[in-house]
Nanobody, 126 residues
Framework: QGQVVDSGGGSVQAGGSLRLSCVGS????????MGWFRQAPGKTREGVAH????????IYADSVRGRFSISREKDSLTAYLEMNMLKPEDTAMYYC???????????????????WGRGTQVTVSS
């Protein structure tokens, strides 16, 4: 049974930085892409960033492009989300997820992901 564990959240002031980590287990990295989602109170879960199985393709939500960077270690089930120039509107619970190839869904559709972390809170104050 696969799983992912996300961590690294915290409280920062606007303009600050955080690095989230995600460690997967129980599945093959070759068969799974990874992504980060976030959900603020009263809002739906939204895709933040996506990376393919070999780290070559990276996709970002418009709201974070140029500020956030997703990466993953080669031959590893570990992924990161580097967040810079944080804004108060980035405040949310952030979730790491791993999804198998073959479902043919948009990168930011949560239904395309199979394993989810429990979430790590990011709070940005103005």
């Amino acid at each position: 049974q696969g799983q992912v564990v996300d961590s690294g959240g915290g409280s920062v002031q606007a303009g600050g930085s955080l690095r989230l980590s995600c460690v997967g287990s129980g599945y093959s990295g070759e068969d799974y892409f990874m992504g980060w989602f976030r959900q603020a109170p009263g809002k739906t879960r939204e895709g933040v960033a996506h990376i393919d199985n070999d780290g070559q393709q990276r996709i970002y939500a418009d709201s974070v492009r140029g500020r956030f960077s997703i990466s993953r270690e080669k031959d590893s089930l570990t992924a990161y989300l580097e967040m810079n120039m944080l804004k108060p509107e980035d405040t949310a619970m952030y979730y790491c997820a791993a999804g198998p190839y073959g479902r043919w869904l948009p990168w930011n559709d949560p239904n395309g992901y199979e394993y989810w972390g429990r979430g790590t809170q990011v709070t940005v104050s103005s």
